[in-house]
């Protein structure tokens, strides 16, 4: 699930909510809707920024199997 995944790897990166909104120049009650499951289909433009990041690919942010 992709809240879920986003919420591992923002706390694997030790990085609070605030701290990734920054980093990704999404705003923070976006990134807050995102990880709490309200946002279920963020725009494309919103996961690259997420992936780029957390250096992942987008299969690997939506939690897709290769």
């Known amino acids: 699930m992709l809240s ?7 706390k694997k ?8 909104a920054k980093k990704t ?11 709490s499951g309200v946002n279920k289909n963020p725009t494309l433009e919103t ?3 997420i992936a780029d990041v957390f250096k992942v690919s987008l299969d690997e942010l939506v939690g897709r199997k290769k």
Do not use: G, V
């Open 25 to 35: 120049d999404i705003t923070y009650s976006t990134i807050l809707k995102i990880e």
């Open 4 to 10: 879920t995944n986003i919420k591992k790897l923002r």
């Open 47 to 49: 996961l690259r920024k």
């Open 13 to 20: 990166s030790k990085l609070s909510q605030e701290e990734l």
